[in-house]
């Protein structure tokens, strides 16, 4: 069965303190993995595609890479503005799946 | 840029009524999909479409329908509401099915 299992579920961060959320997943015909960032009570915003291992794509203080298996997206010198549950997605058989998200707290 | 609409943004429904919720996609998308989300849940794919035809099928009750028009605009309607209903109801469209999807801003359901 296909699968997407994001770690961890919540990761609390001081301002400055940089860290990683892993999506790790088991689909066949993986045709993309998406990350989005989900704020309380709004719609996901998309933040990357990643199509191949190997591929790395960045914005700002974040930086999502992805292999066969897994895909990282990496917080660099996180601010409180960071706070928010990333979610991975991939997309198989024309749909999209999600991960349960990881919960990022950022203090100031 | 345009975004994608959603409407209404909240809606209070008692059980066992109908609700229809409606979906703006980003002009020249052709994929629609629908999701639910319940509370602190990932969102759960329910249907999609592409090119104004049914395209697939996720966890969607036998109560719930969905169609898209012909100006793309898209329509969820979910009948003989139950108290379970209640959830955030986010549609997405893509330029194409292969590609990122762009998440609206939902439409809070509440059923009393």
């Known amino acids: 069965e296909d699968q997407v299992t994001q770690s961890p579920e919540a990761l609390r961060l001081q301002e400055g303190e940089s860290s990683s959320l892993n999506c790790s997943y088991t689909?066949?015909?993986?045709?993309?993995l998406f990350w989005y960032r989900q704020d309380p009570g709004k719609g996901p915003e998309f933040l990357f595609t990643?199509?191949?291992a190997g591929e790395e794509k960045e914005k700002e203080r974040l930086k999502a890479t992805l292999t066969k298996k897994e895909s990282f997206l990496h917080i660099t010198a996180p601010k409180p503005e960071d706070s928010a549950t990333y979610l991975c997605?991939?997309?198989?058989?024309?749909?999209?799946?999600f991960g349960a998200g990881t919960t990022v707290t950022v203090r100031a | 840029a345009a975004g994608v609409i959603q409407s209404p943004r909240h809606l209070i429904k008692e059980k066992r009524e109908t609700a229809t919720l409606k979906c703006y996609p980003i002009?020249?998308?052709?994929?629609v999909y629908w999701y639910q989300q319940g509370p602190g849940q990932d969102p759960q794919f329910l249907i999609s479409?592409?090119?104004?035809?049914?395209?697939d099928k996720g966890s969607i009750p036998d109560r719930f329908s969905a169609q898209q028009f012909s100006d793309y605009h898209s329509e969820l309607n979910m009948s003989s509401l139950e108290l379970g209903d209640s959830a955030l109801y986010f549609c997405?469209?893509?330029?194409?099915?292969?590609?990122?999807?762009?998440f609206g801003q939902g439409t809070r359901l509440t059923v009393v």
């Open positions: 997405a469209s893509s330029p194409d099915r292969n590609t990122e999807a762009f």
């Open positions: 689909v066949s015909g993986l045709r993309g």
């Open positions: 002009p020249r998308h052709d994929t």
């Open positions: 479409f592409y090119e104004k035809m049914q395209s």
């Open positions: 997605a991939v997309q198989h058989d024309y749909k999209l799946s």
């Open positions: 990643l199509y191949s």
